[in-house]
């Protein structure tokens, strides 16, 4: 149901079922989120709208939301959508919503557009059932919306692909082929063997495999390429996803470089790299001097690129803004995970209870019996907690990107005590995620 905002502004989403919010929703994001760029930078944000209104495997127009002026002939002034998608909490499925594609027209800024847009975008992850949302961009800004920082994002490794030798004149060991639908399977169980090295990763379902692998449009952005890494037999052993680099021709982007029980990294590493510098010179005419690794880097990896002439490894300083908006809730879905985790550690069938705060009057008690998390409820009190979290930072310490101890080096009034070290560092370890979200 439309919403009617300040000054006469309207809310609604396209499932409102008004066409000219369908025609001109990806113009208005050309104009609001690639100001400043060239038109074929433009044109791929008006295609990826597109894909977002017509084609795409979750989002359904009742997931895109805009602002309207009724005094400006319905003219748009402020959009944002949400994407459903599938995550992992190490083996635990979640419902995941990704905030997408902020924009508000110059002329309409600091009224509480975006405010008011993400109530109605939370409001319709809450009603699909999501356990959590996720954004990325803006530095800062979504914290306002309650999201907290957690773990790594971007790219964190660089591989110099000009300085790579010229390749010795025998067949390769292994190649690139374009991904097929038939790969799909073969995709699935390579994630699925490298997510168990990981914390929070994608669970791509077939027909999410399926629109990444064939249903994006060449122009998108961004546009990804799913390649197969296969033996001198033919026989794939694992996966490369390099992003589009026509709006950054100087470097190449890599999102995923996963390699299954059938081979190993050690032995594709070089070859896999000499064929994406030929597959870079064919698609662009030249090579990029640069290949930008994602943080979803399996660690064998580093010390190849580390040793490489050129390799680097900037300091990465993009991360995940995740909402929790139900932490009890959220913490017994994850709930086989904590109890494993406990089995053998120095906690093992711990009986107790962990009381955490978060200075605002409000905290959750987790209470153990014999190593089984029996519940987690919500306390309203402002004493006699285990450990202090302020803001969202505990869930730093959920999503494994630090420990408390990590935290109160840097904030002293994340105050812990000793039980609450040992456990919360037996329940969260810190731990490496692979999250690219599905786009």
């Known amino acids: 149901m439309p919403i009617t905002l300040a000054d006469g502004l309207v809310l609604r989403s396209l499932g409102e079922g008004y066409a000219s919010d369908r025609d001109r929703l990806p113009d208005f ?47 748009i002034v402020s959009a944002t959508l949400l994407i459903p998608q599938r995550w992992r909490y190490e083996d635990v499925l979640l419902k995941a919503g990704r905030p997408e594609m902020c924009g508000t027209h110059p002329d309409y800024r600091r009224r509480g557009l975006q405010r008011a847009l993400f109530n109605a975008v939370h409001a319709r992850s809450a009603a699909l059932g999501h356990h959590l949302q996720g954004i990325t961009g803006i530095p800062y800004f979504y914290r306002q919306f309650g999201y907290s920082m957690t773990f790594q994002l971007g790219y964190r490794a660089f591989f110099q692909l000009s300085a790579l030798p010229e390749p010795p004149p025998e067949p390769p060991v292994y190649s690139l082929r374009h991904a097929t639908p038939d790969d799909i399977a073969d995709i699935t169980r390579w994630n699925e063997n490298f997510a168990a090295q990981r914390l929070v990763t994608d669970a791509y379902t077939p027909a999410e495999l399926l629109y990444e692998i064939t249903g994006r449009h060449p122009g998108y952005y961004p546009h990804t390429d799913y390649h197969i890494i296969v033996d001198a037999a033919g026989q794939g052993v694992g996966y490369i996803v390099l992003l589009d680099a026509l709006y950054t021709p100087y470097r190449l982007r890599c999102e995923a470089f996963v390699v299954g029980t059938e081979s190993n990294y050690l032995a594709a590493f070089e070859p896999v790299m000499q064929a994406v510098k030929q597959w870079a010179v064919a698609r662009y005419g030249h090579c990029p001097a640069m290949l930008a690794l994602g943080c979803g880097l399996h660690d064998t990896l580093e010390p190849l690129i ?17 909402r929790v908006p139900d932490a009890a809730a959220f913490l017994l879905h994850i709930r086989p995970v904590l109890e494993r985790r406990l089995r053998g550690s120095g906690a093992h069938g711990y009986s107790g209870d962990l ?15 014999r190593g089984q998390l029996i519940s987690v409820d919500s306390l309203n009190y402002t004493d006699g907690y285990d450990v202090q979290f302020p803001w969202h930072s505990f869930l730093n310490v959920v999503f494994g990107s630090h420990s408390v101890e990590d935290l109160h080096a840097v904030l002293p009034d994340v105050w812990p005590n000793g039980k609450a070290v040992a456990l919360l560092n037996i329940l969260f370890p810190k731990r490496k995620s692979w999250l690219n979200g599905l786009a």
Not at 356 to 366: A, K, M, Q, V
Request: net charge negative; charged share 25%; no cysteine.
């Open 355 to 369: 009381r955490i705060g978060f200075y605002d009057h409000s905290g959750l008690e987790l209470r153990f019996q």
């Open 306 to 322: 580390a040793y490489s002439p050129g390799g680097s490894f900037p300091p990465v300083e993009d991360a995940w803004y995740l």
């Open 29 to 75: 994001y050309a104009m609001t989120n690639a100001e400043g760029e060239d038109e074929h930078v433009k044109e791929g944000v008006r295609l990826w709208i597109r894909e977002f209104i017509y084609r795409h495997p979750t989002v359904t127009p009742d997931d895109l939301f805009v602002v309207v002026d009724p005094a400006q002939d319905e003219m």
